[in-house]
């Protein structure tokens, strides 16, 4: 069970990431994440489960533009043309942080958690599962204006369902 994390998290959460957490032990599968609008909440609920140390690798936090860059060697230009919340960019975070990891399978989490700009969708989150031997999985989920908080959740959700897709 999740120690930390667990009361502030919703039940079927936390059982998801321990699902996630056993079908990688068991694949013996190392994970990454690479994170902007859920700022490590992902890489935080899978390491706060015990005895699944060994599958977790690492978490990148790319929450700005030169942060993305910087940590996953995105081309500055991608981020500029498509937009830091793009399928593009999240499909290149999760390039970057499989490259930059010992992990062999890696969701990243690109978003508008809101409230932000005019210009900016609220609850508008793209995600991309990729791993060493196969296509990149990408998502684009469009929650709505449900706050921060339950855009982030909802966010944690899709992830956990890429892992286990990606685990499958």
Do not use: N, W
Not at 29 to 39: D, I, K, Y
Not at 46 to 70: E, I, M, N, Q, W
Not at 85 to 94: D, G, L, P, Q
Not at 109 to 125: K, M, N, S, W, Y
């Amino acid at each position: 069970m999740a120690e930390e994390l667990e009361p502030a998290l919703p039940r079927d959460v936390v059982l998801l990431a321990e699902k996630v957490l056993a079908r990688a032990k068991k694949r013996d599968v190392m994970l990454a994440t690479a994170e902007s609008c859920t700022g490590g909440l992902l890489a935080a609920l899978l390491t706060d489960v015990p005895g699944y140390s060994h599958v977790f690798d690492r978490g990148f936090v790319s929450y700005s533009d030169d942060a993305k860059c910087d940590l996953l060697g995105i081309e500055r230009e991608m981020v500029d043309s498509c937009g830091a919340v793009s399928a593009k960019v999240a499909e290149a975070m999760a390039q970057g942080a499989l490259d930059r990891s010992a992990a062999s399978l890696v969701v990243s989490i690109t978003g508008f958690a809101g409230p932000g700009d005019d210009d900016d969708e609220e609850g508008l989150v793209h995600f991309a599962c990729a791993a060493e031997d196969r296509d990149t999985i990408q998502r684009e989920e469009h929650f709505g204006a449900i706050g921060r908080d339950g855009v982030r959740l909802a966010a944690l959700r899709v992830a956990l369902d890429l892992f286990k897709e990606g685990l499958a």
